[in-house]
């Protein structure tokens, strides 16, 4: 048993909303639950009451289009994976969904679950930084955009209050080629937390590029853009390196040193900016 | 005349496969009884520390607990070889995650409440960490009492007033006078964290205490007889008394060895009025709290002639036993009796030292203490081959074990201990040594081959004996009954395949129980150390025999005939000569009935043994003496590349050669190798335990104890199984299953070697310990 | 108390849970399905992998409330009238079982597989089973079987 608390399936987000206002700081949202089931079976999590969101209508959406590309709230991490459409668009995306946990994870965990749990080491959060994708948030008081730019405040906390539902994640629209990639430095192939990740996007027709990076800081960090324009490949990824470096500040922990993370950090970056700048893998 | 084997060799498909397939095979994780009670622990925050006070009011109030006991309620210490253990730490804890407090109530979710409102005040006492501090004078003593320890008298030698639990010396020859006259000198150093077994199934056990003072017992363990053995020592019980049921095993490579929660819900159930008391180990306790591999420090010298001959060897072994050495003291003995590696050194020393610390303890696992010794020795003669200017796998062709060679305990290499030097030339073979690796496809990669040979032996008492039955039924099937444990290994297919061989009817007309009982499966040591095949199989040969014997003996009659003209072939009996006249064993199995109602003979049953022979305690100022019922040898070839920019290192390939005397059954064989490598690339790459300054374990659980997944295989494995048989083995078989881990990681490291030029000298070799080293020679990508 | 219906191997369920209850626990503990087994608790180790409407989770990190009105397959499900499925033949004839206590769960991620995709990728294989430890096997004959088992994909 995960603890003695109350359920809720609310059949609309009012009513969401309105049950964790009025719950407050003794009530969670149950979503994809892979963060908060295991918070709650070792007691670093006692919520009274749980609001299971993941079956509202509206948090269901996945599409993508001309004007936007839409993730509901409760659509499982697998399902955004297997989304051609959604790979097509943002093949960093969906790299990044697949590389968090195990299939049978991804089919509870997900987009709007890893950021909120805002870890510094979310695997959604740098992809979403350089996409500068929006939470729509909804709250007794009405809708809002929240920046994923603005969501994190501290390690394992955001800018969200209680009563705050969020309803999707929404990526704002594609103007030209935009070449993303994410990748992730782990301590094993199999399943595991980021040593390091870090995320890119590259648009050749704006000659922007923009890099964000976990687990490194506090929150994962977005860079200032790059301007790509005249710029060799080697001098852009010095540029990366040194604004990387002055930007993130990593620690020691268990899974890996300080000195191990500031070490791999280069060489994951140059081969993020092989994959989107020459559009060519690296290894 | 020898006949044809019908199935010992066969890859005969395994006789559980089926119940485990469709999920109705039971653990004792899956079993309940009316009344059950279900225990959780309160364990130690600390590493080392005196108990103050203990407030258990709270807890026992609480509506639904049944028992509350913690360490002053029980006076009782166990302990296989050593009894230096508590049920509950009493006084005083040694390790945090030890076990302080118990609960027993209607649900876990009570017991574990009731644990939360246990308040027990710790006054923090001095802690070592590392053994070879705790080795110094002046260290914190972890077991002021280990003088008055009672243990296995002339194998151990605890150091009282030490920390040392056991102090093994092997001796051979002229040490210092060998090594002032060799030419080339190598000495070196190296560490092995300790690292869990990670069963899939954590601990469990039931037990119940009955009435009139006897205790039945279900128990996720290897050793159905010895937790019988040990429950009698420790409760003064007779062993008829205690009943220890062994349903399926989920895994136990070790860690289920010997005894281990069996006493503290026996205890349980006790205070609780006699209900049955259900404890499950969560994994995090599992890391935490139970048992673990040993960590090493290694110190080696190796001296040799220019032509590349051992000539001495020395070897400092210390074990970072943790906070107790019930187990661990034998590992530090049979380690040290294999810790010169499977060569003629004609001139030896070895101190094995195993030290208390206070870190979670260790006990057996797969391997017993070779993977780790081995990490040293088969590296460091990769580095004394370099010296020599010799490839290294020539170097170990020059001085590998062969014919009338003495080992380091004085023991006479024979043709029976198989050939070491076909498994090094099968696996240089298998990865094409000698030839340079291909270019890997990335500038920032390196690729390097290595090699390393491997040997054990059983680690076990010199009297160590195993037995079974076998019953024909009344369809003329027989029924085998033994108490050695098939925890996944196959062994109970393989001892189907022997009787159906012996007893000549058809595989499927055997059957055997999957559940140990020791009200009804006859005498088995444990099921450790990779001998249940060899002895089990034995034991059942000499049942089947014991039931041919009883066959002939009524188809003699029936025939009359003498009993040795009566042949036994088809499930049937006949005299030589007239297959036709031939009677089912069906007929026989209980007594044949003469066509007039005149009864003979009566139920078939046949019982055989097995008990270690020619064994020898080892001299304890030598080590000389015959510690080892059968060797193994085999070797392991590795080629990797290794991502200098992550540290990321891939297995391209690599071979295993094991000499197994005779292979029982190739599928099972296979699926020891491959299991057994995976495992050893989960020690050579990522596992071992963090601790904290304090002592507290940093990576109790798998978000941080990562072992391989399917992601993580090696992108080609290679067993090879060698049958150079073993003269008293059945069928000329020798035990296989521990082999294929150890020098896994040796193999890794000498290949690394070969790719980076630097010599790695601690485990594990992940991305982080590689690209440290990287930076630190200042290597770039 | 939360009342819950539910479908399981295809047998209607109702049951009054406390939300704290897991999907794991109710299978187990009220239907005594113990096939799938509980490893680690926390969704590391797939031991306790069910279908949940077809796709696999890890029944330790699912309420059991969250299963109301879904369908849950369970290992117990997988054999029909007491025949094993390929599948199962599959890890039997391969020699994917070890110890076993990882089986139930490795077959219920492999189920899940070669339902979505019949004739799988190696690479597909391997990610379906990624989150399944098995400590004894090495994984390599469990490959092997889920490979036999899709070359008859179109009888599940």
């Known amino acids: 048993m995960l603890g003695r608390f109350e359920y809720a399936r609310p059949k609309t987000v009012d009513e969401a909303c309105r049950l964790l206002a009025e719950a407050g700081r003794d009530a969670a949202i149950l979503s994809g639950g892979t963060d908060l089931l295991v918070d709650l079976r070792n007691g670093s999590r006692s919520p009274l009451l749980l609001v299971d969101v993941k079956r509202l209508e509206e948090l269901q959406a996945l599409r993508t289009g001309p004007d936007e590309a839409v993730i509901g709230a409760a659509v499982p991490l697998n399902v955004v994976v297997e989304h051609r459409e959604l790979r097509k668009a943002y093949a960093g995306l969906s790299d990044a969904a697949l590389s968090i946990a195990t299939y049978q994870l991804r089919n509870r965990a997900t987009v709007a679950g890893n950021l909120c749990n805002a870890s510094p080491a979310a695997d959604m959060a740098p992809i979403l930084l350089v996409l500068d994708a929006k939470l729509t948030v909804q709250s007794p008081q009405g809708t809002r955009a929240v920046r994923v730019a603005k969501l994190f405040t501290g390690v394992k906390r955001t800018c969200l209050a209680p009563g705050d539902v969020v309803v999707d994640v929404r990526m704002p629209p594609l103007d030209g080629e935009l070449r993303t990639a994410f990748r992730k430095q782990q301590r094993i192939r199999g399943h595991d937390l980021a040593v390091v990740n870090a995320a890119a996007a590259y648009a050749p027709s704006r000659a922007t590029l923009r890099v964000a990076v976990g687990s490194c800081a506090p929150t994962p960090v977005l860079l200032e853009p790059f301007d790509t324009k005249g710029t060799s490949p080697e001098a852009l990824a010095a540029e990366v390196l040194r604004a990387a470096a002055a930007a993130t500040a990593p620690i020691d922990d268990v899974r890996a040193s300080a000195a191990y993370r500031r070490a791999v950090l280069p060489a994951l970056l140059r081969r993020l900016l092989a994959d989107v700048v020459s559009a060519r893998r690296a290894v | 005349m020898t006949r044809a084997l019908v199935y010992v060799g066969k890859s005969v498909p395994r006789d559980d496969a089926v119940e485990k397939v469709t999920g109705s095979a039971r653990y004792t994780h899956d079993l309940a009884f009316p009344g059950m009670l279900h225990a959780a622990l309160v364990t130690s925050p600390h590493a080392s520390a005196r108990i103050v006070r203990v407030d258990v009011a709270d807890a026992a109030a609480l509506p639904g607990v049944r028992a509350v006991l913690a360490g002053a309620n029980l006076d009782v210490r166990l302990g296989l070889y050593m009894r230096d253990k508590r049920i509950l730490a009493r006084d005083v804890v040694r390790y945090q995650g030890e076990p302080v407090v118990a609960v027993a109530a209607d649900t876990l979710d009570i017991a574990r409440d009731a644990c939360r409102r246990v308040r027990v005040e710790y006054e923090p006492t001095a802690a070592v960490f590392d053994p070879r501090d705790a080795m110094k004078s002046g260290a914190p003593l972890v077991h002021p009492d280990l003088g008055s320890y009672a243990h296995l008298e002339g194998v151990f030698f605890p150091r009282p007033n030490t920390n040392i639990a056991h102090h093994q010396k092997i001796r051979k020859g002229d040490f210092d006078a060998a090594i002032a006259s060799a030419e080339v000198l190598l000495e070196a150093r190296f560490d092995n964290p300790p690292v869990q077994h990670v069963p899939m199934e954590t601990h469990a056990s039931i037990a119940q205490a009955l009435p009139d003072g006897r205790v039945e017992i279900w128990t996720s363990s290897q050793s159905p007889y010895t937790v019988r053995h040990l429950m009698s020592v420790a409760f003064g019980l007779p062993h008829a008394a205690i009943r220890v049921h062994v349903p399926y095993v989920g895994g136990g490579f070790g860690g289920k060895a010997g005894l281990n929660l069996e006493p503290l819900v026996y205890v349980l159930s006790k205070a609780a009025g006699g209900r049955p008391v259900k404890f499950v180990a969560t994994r995090e306790q599992e890391f935490n709290t139970l048992p673990s591999r040993q960590g090493l420090h290694s110190t080696i010298k190796i001296g040799a002639t220019r032509a590349g001959k051992i000539v001495a060897l020395k070897a400092t072994y210390v074990w970072d036993a943790g906070a107790y050495a019930d187990y661990g003291v034998n590992v530090g003995r049979a380690a040290a009796y294999s810790g010169a590696g499977p060569y003629a050194v004609p001139n030896c020393w070895i101190d094995s030292f195993v030290v208390y610390t206070n870190k979670v303890y260790g006990t057996a696992y797969r391997g017993f203490g070779h993977l780790e010794v081995l990490w040293g020795i088969e590296r460091a003669i990769d580095q004394t081959a370099r010296k020599l200017g010799l490839d290294p796998a020539e170097f170990r062709r020059r001085n590998l074990l062969t014919l009338g060679d003495a080992t380091i305990t004085g023991e006479t290499f024979t043709a029976g201990h198989g050939k070491p030097v076909e498994c090094l030339d099968a696996v240089a073979k298998a990865i094409d040594w000698g030839t340079p690796s291909s270019s890997p496809a990335s500038s920032t990669k390196r690729r390097g081959k290595g090699i390393a040979m491997l040997h054990k032996a059983p680690a076990m008492p010199t009297s160590t004996s195993c037995s079974a039955i076998i019953k024909l039924d009344e369809d003329g099937a027989a029924d085998i009954l033994v108490s050695g444990v098939d925890y996944g290994q196959g062994t109970y297919t393989v001892l189907r395949q022997i009787a159906a061989e012996e007893l000549r009817v058809p595989i499927d007309a055997v059957h055997i129980n999957s559940d140990c009982d020791t009200a009804f499966t006859p005498y088995d040591w444990q099921t450790v150390a990779s001998r249940f095949s060899y002895m089990g199989g034995h034991a059942v040969i000499e049942a089947a025999a014991d039931c041919l014997r009883q066959i002939r003996a009524v188809a003699a009659q029936i025939f009359g005939v003498a009993p040795e003209k009566i042949v036994c072939e088809n499930a049937s009996a006949y005299p030589d000569g007239e297959p036709k006249r031939a009677i089912p064993y069906r007929l026989l199995a209980l007594g044949y009935v003469y066509p007039n109602g005149n009864a003979i003979g009566g139920p078939v049953i046949g019982h055989g043994r097995f008990i270690a022979h020619g064994l020898t305690h080892l001299d304890p100022d030598t080590g000389q003496g015959r510690p080892a019922q059968f060797w193994t040898y085999g070797a392991h070839g590795v080629e990797l590349e290794v991502d200098a920019e992550t540290g990321e290192i891939e297995i391209l390939r690599i071979a295993t050669a094991v000499d197994a005397g005779k292979v029982l059954n190739a599928g099972l064989a296979r699926g020891q190798v491959i299991g057994g490598v995976v495992q050893g690339i989960g020690s050579a790459l990522w596992e071992g335990f963090r601790f904290d300054k304090e002592g507290r374990l940093k990576n109790p659980s798998f978000v941080d104890y990562k072992i391989p997944t399917a992601k993580d295989l090696p992108r080609e494995m290679v067993p090879i199984l060698l049958e150079n048989p073993q003269p008293d083995g059945p069928y000329g078989a020798r035990g296989v299953a521990e082999h294929p881990m150890i020098s896994v990681p040796s193999a890794i490291g000498n290949a690394l070697y070969d790719a980076l030029g630097i010599e790695f000298t601690s485990l594990p070799l992940s991305p982080e310990h590689v690209l440290a080293r990287l930076a630190e020679k200042g290597v770039k990508p | ?156």
């Open chain 3, 1 to 156: 108390m939360v009342d819950i219906e539910l479908r399981v191997n295809g047998q209607a369920e109702r049951a009054s849970v406390p939300a704290g209850m897991t999907l794991l626990e109710f299978l187990r503990d009220r239907l005594a399905l113990t096939g799938a087994k509980e490893g680690c608790g926390i969704g590391e180790c797939g031991a306790c992998t069910v279908l949940l409407d077809g796709r696999p989770v890890t029944a330790c990190l699912v309420l059991a409330v969250e299963a109301d009105g879904l369908d849950v397959r369970t290992i117990e499900g997988e054999a029909t009238d007491g025949e094993l499925s390929a599948l199962q033949r599959a890890f039997v004839d391969a020699g994917a079982v070890q110890c076993g206590f990882c089986t139930p769960g490795m077959i219920m991620s492999a189920r899940a597989l070669l339902l979505r995709s019949p004739h799988p990728t190696d690479e597909e294989i391997v990610e379906a089973i990624a989150g399944n430890l098995c400590r004894c096997t090495g994984y390599e004959a469990i490959l092997a079987a889920i490979r036999a088992a899709s070359e008859e994909g179109g009888k599940l």
